[in-house]
């Protein structure tokens, strides 16, 4: 056996079941990776991934030892199970849950919490719902949230709450404990769900909710992220442009000092908010609209422009 036949070998063997992908369980960089990932964490709270995009040889060589020329590939208890399309069908089967055996994690229902608004929404739409079917709630591993109508199927979860029977896959299951579901009427109206498991991301605040947010949060530093030359035509009174000078001023503020941002529309600001997201700070926060928004709907003496 040579070198990298062994060092395969090594990290076959270095878990009860393995997944050699493309990027990271948290970051699958192509779309097999991601259903299999996504198939995999209904069942395992861990396992062991490899990434092939940062080693070619290992990439090129599991292919030659599994004798299975794409990626991803699963191993379960050191033998090859299959790539994307097999590990799909024996998902759908039931053959997967057998494969993995005693790995697989008991499904508990998570607590999940409705409001009334909600359940008197969800029971008009289940009386239009076709035969069959429930309301489903899926959660990606980005924990973005979807609610559609659909059947049940092998191995679903189905949660009471506040007397409506909501169904998830157990990947979503693992996700939603804690979760609230509300409504929210008026001229926009939608589902409003909170989840605490979710990691940090940036909230977004119309102009009237950003003021609140200055009214009631003393510590909020509020950035403007435009150009001089924008901001020498429209300026919010409070805020600091980002330059090179505050940009390090606002790296060295603790973690948990609440950053709000804006630009002209929300297109740039956003971004800057995620530099500082990515940067560990947690409440972050960006103006929908930007200066324009806020011109129209807070602040008519500031010139729109």
Same mark, same amino acid.
């Given at each position: 056996?040579?070198?990298?036949?062994?060092?395969i070998?090594?990290l076959?063997?270095s878990?009860?079941?393995?997944?050699?992908?493309?990027?990271?369980?948290?970051?699958?960089?192509?779309?097999f990776?991601?259903t299999?990932?996504?198939?995999?964490?209904?069942?395992l709270p861990?396992y062991?991934?490899?990434n092939?995009?940062?080693?070619?040889?290992?990439?090129?060589?599991?292919?030659?030892?599994?004798?299975?020329?794409?990626?991803?590939?699963?191993?379960?208890?050191g033998q090859?199970?299959g790539?994307?399309d097999?590990?799909?069908?024996?998902?759908g089967?039931?053959?997967l849950?057998?494969?993995?055996?005693d790995l697989?994690?008991?499904?508990?229902?998570p607590?999940?919490?409705m409001s009334d608004?909600a359940?008197?929404v969800?029971?008009q739409?289940?009386?239009?719902?076709?035969?069959g079917?429930? +309301?489903?709630?899926?959660i990606?591993? &980005? @924990?973005?949230?979807?609610?559609f109508? /659909?059947a049940?199927?092998?191995?679903d *979860?189905?949660?009471?709450?506040?007397?409506?029977?909501?169904?998830?896959?157990?990947g979503?299951a693992?996700?939603?404990?804690?979760?609230t579901i509300g409504?929210v009427?008026?001229e926009?109206?939608g589902?409003k769900?909170?989840?605490?498991?979710?990691?940090?991301?940036v909230?977004?605040l119309?102009?009237k909710?950003?003021?609140?947010? +200055?009214e009631?949060?003393?510590?909020? &530093? @509020?950035v403007d992220?435009?150009?001089? /030359?924008?901001?020498?035509r429209?300026? *919010?009174?409070?805020?600091v442009?980002l330059?090179?000078?505050?940009?390090?001023?606002?790296?060295?503020?603790?973690?948990?000092?609440?950053?709000?941002f804006?630009c002209?529309?929300?297109?740039?600001?956003q971004?800057?908010?995620?530099?500082f997201?990515?940067?560990?700070?947690r409440?972050?926060?960006?103006?929908v609209?930007?200066i324009e928004?806020?011109?129209?709907?807070?602040?008519?003496?500031?010139?729109?422009?």
């Amino acid at each position: 056996m040579s070198e990298l036949m062994r060092r395969i070998e090594g990290l076959v063997q270095s878990d009860r079941v393995v997944l050699f992908m493309k990027g990271s369980r948290a970051a699958p960089q192509c779309g097999f990776s991601s259903t299999v990932v996504e198939i995999l964490d209904q069942y395992l709270p861990s396992y062991t991934t490899v990434n092939v995009l940062s080693d070619a040889e290992i990439r090129d060589g599991v292919k030659q030892y599994a004798e299975w020329p794409t990626i991803p590939q699963l191993f379960v208890d050191g033998q090859f199970v299959g790539g994307c399309d097999i590990i799909r069908e024996m998902d759908g089967t039931g053959e997967l849950v057998k494969t993995l055996g005693d790995l697989v994690r008991a499904g508990e229902p998570p607590k999940i919490v409705m409001s009334d608004e909600a359940v008197v929404v969800f029971r008009q739409a289940l009386g239009e719902a076709g035969e069959g079917e429930f +309301l489903r709630m899926a959660i990606d591993n &980005r @924990f973005s949230h979807e609610l559609f109508f /659909g059947a049940k199927a092998h191995g679903d *979860i189905a949660v009471e709450a506040n007397g409506i029977t909501l169904v998830l896959d157990r990947g979503s299951a693992r996700r939603a404990d804690g979760v609230t579901i509300g409504y929210v009427g008026g001229e926009q109206p939608g589902f409003k769900i909170d989840n605490p498991n979710a990691p940090p991301s940036v909230k977004l605040l119309a102009p009237k909710e950003a003021k609140a947010l +200055l009214e009631h949060e003393p510590k909020v &530093r @509020f950035v403007d992220v435009r150009t001089p /030359g924008e901001r020498e035509r429209a300026t *919010i009174p409070g805020t600091v442009l980002l330059d090179a000078e505050s940009m390090v001023e606002l790296s060295a503020l603790p973690k948990d000092t609440p950053l709000l941002f804006h630009c002209h529309h929300g297109q740039r600001s956003q971004q800057a908010a995620m530099h500082f997201l990515e940067q560990g700070f947690r409440r972050v926060y960006n103006v929908v609209g930007g200066i324009e928004a806020w011109s129209r709907d807070v602040d008519p003496s500031i010139p729109r422009y």
